[in-house]
């Protein structure tokens, strides 16, 4: 059996707040159900929204096209591997 600590990813994505529900809607779209758990964290101080998006690591590629086709402007910060990722 594969170990599961290598399978996921957690990808860190930032949009302004107003594009947060835009945000939600392409990640729902492009992955559905090969998303395992999201978070989102809205920065009032920053007007920009966190997502922590843990998915199968085949899907990053998958995520990343998608996102910037819906929304150019979004950031990505550091994917991390493993599981445990989600936990920090």
Do not use: K
């Amino acid at each position: 059996m594969p170990n599961a600590a290598v399978d996921r990813v957690l990808i860190v994505l930032r949009v302004d707040s107003c594009h947060a529900a835009l945000a939600r809607q392409v990640l729902h779209a492009c992955l559905g159900d090969r998303i395992s758990l999201y978070s989102i964290r809205d920065d009032h101080r920053t007007g920009r929204c966190t997502f922590q998006v843990r998915l199968r690591c085949c899907s990053v590629d998958t995520l990343m096209s998608a996102i910037m086709a819906g929304l150019p402007e979004a950031e990505f910060g550091a994917i991390r591997a493993g599981a445990r990722a989600f936990e920090q």
